[in-house]
């Protein structure tokens, strides 16, 4: 009995997203939830990893002696463990995106309510997160690779990051510290070509 009400209502949570993203602004309703925000990113990522290697090769949280918990590690035929963790940052690129191109003149904190404001501190936002990325989950004396992905999975934001390299050269900041941005679309490409070097070893 326990098993099939929870069963109705998985499905009728399931239908609740299929229709909330059936336009724009319902999609980014969604995402105004930090926790909803990190199960997408999660569930996406596991997704693409499902599509392209079998199970044995990857595992979801894989916890570090620290305690500490990446979201995910791709096992490679060296044994090293390649960590991929997800980061979505939305409220401050929300903001940037709904921002006014210039300040207000009547704005009491100067720029404060300006595009220019906001991708500033969007820009910040990402740098923490390459930085924690970096910092927590790059760790060969545990078996892992000298770098990790970020993997980013909304596409507009990626393209956010990785294309302002005037206003901020994010792409190469992530590379100094070892840590490689990749978005659902270029992640397909990354791992496949992982999964190519998987047969050839094998």
Do not use: C
Not at 99 to 126: M, W
Not at 192 to 199: E, P, Y
């Amino acid at each position: 009995q326990g098993f099939t009400t929870g069963l109705t209502q998985l499905s009728e949570n399931l239908k609740s997203v299929h229709d909330s993203v059936k336009n724009v602004s319902s999609f980014q309703d969604i995402f105004k939830s930090p926790k909803l925000r990190g199960i997408w990113g999660e569930a996406s990522l596991e997704a693409s990893l499902a599509q392209y290697f079998p199970r044995d090769r990857y595992e979801i949280q894989h916890y570090f002696k620290s305690g500490e918990a990446v979201d995910a590690i791709l096992r490679l035929p060296n044994d090293l463990l390649l960590p991929v963790d997800s980061k979505f940052n939305w409220e401050n690129f929300e903001k940037m995106v709904n921002a006014d191109p210039v300040p207000s003149p009547t704005a009491s904190h100067g720029a404060s309510n300006s595009r220019e404001y906001y991708q500033k501190l969007f820009f910040s936002d990402v740098k923490k997160k390459i930085d924690e990325i970096a910092s927590k989950y790059i760790l060969p004396p545990e078996g892992t690779t000298d770098f990790a992905l970020m993997y980013v999975p909304a596409e507009t934001v990626y393209y956010e990051i990785v294309s302002n390299i005037k206003d901020a050269d994010l792409p190469t900041y992530a590379m100094s510290k070892k840590v490689f941005l990749v978005s659902p679309n270029t992640f397909m490409l990354s791992v496949s070509a992982i999964g190519h070097w998987l047969k050839d070893v094998q």
